[in-house]
């Protein structure tokens, strides 16, 4: 599956049973938010991390990650989402001010890799 249909799955799903005048037409903050929402809402991530959206064509989607951390004077913000064996990456931010922020939020494929930290402790 490409990056460009996964995008336009989301707004498919986003859409689905919406007037024609409150539809997007994009991957916006709002229409993001519910998405990232739906994958795992703060009542079920406890019970299970893994929450599907049925609505994607190409099959359920399940929350991997969700990350924040960071970055200068604001809080970088990114989930990663799995559908079937692919892995995406959406990125956003965070600000006291404005909450969530995902306009701009482009899903793009990741993979997973494994590396080796090593860290110090007093004895």
Not at 20 to 39: M, N, P, R
Not at 51 to 68: C, K, Q, R, W, Y
Request: charged share 30%; no cysteine.
């Amino acid at each position: 599956m490409s990056v460009t249909n996964i995008k336009q799955e989301i707004v498919d799903w986003y859409n689905e049973g919406l007037d024609e005048d409150d539809q997007i037409t994009y991957l916006g903050s709002y229409s993001f938010e519910e998405f990232k929402d739906s994958l795992a809402t703060k009542e079920y991530k406890e019970k299970n991390p893994a929450i599907t959206v049925p609505l994607l064509e190409s099959g359920p989607a399940f929350l991997v990650e969700d990350v924040h951390g960071e970055d200068g004077d604001y809080e970088a913000r990114y989930i990663i989402f799995s559908v079937g064996d692919q892995l995406f990456q959406a990125n956003g931010y965070y600000s006291s001010w404005d909450g969530d922020n995902w306009d701009g939020a482009s899903p793009f494929e990741v993979e997973a890799y494994t590396e080796t930290v090593t860290r110090y402790r007093s004895k």
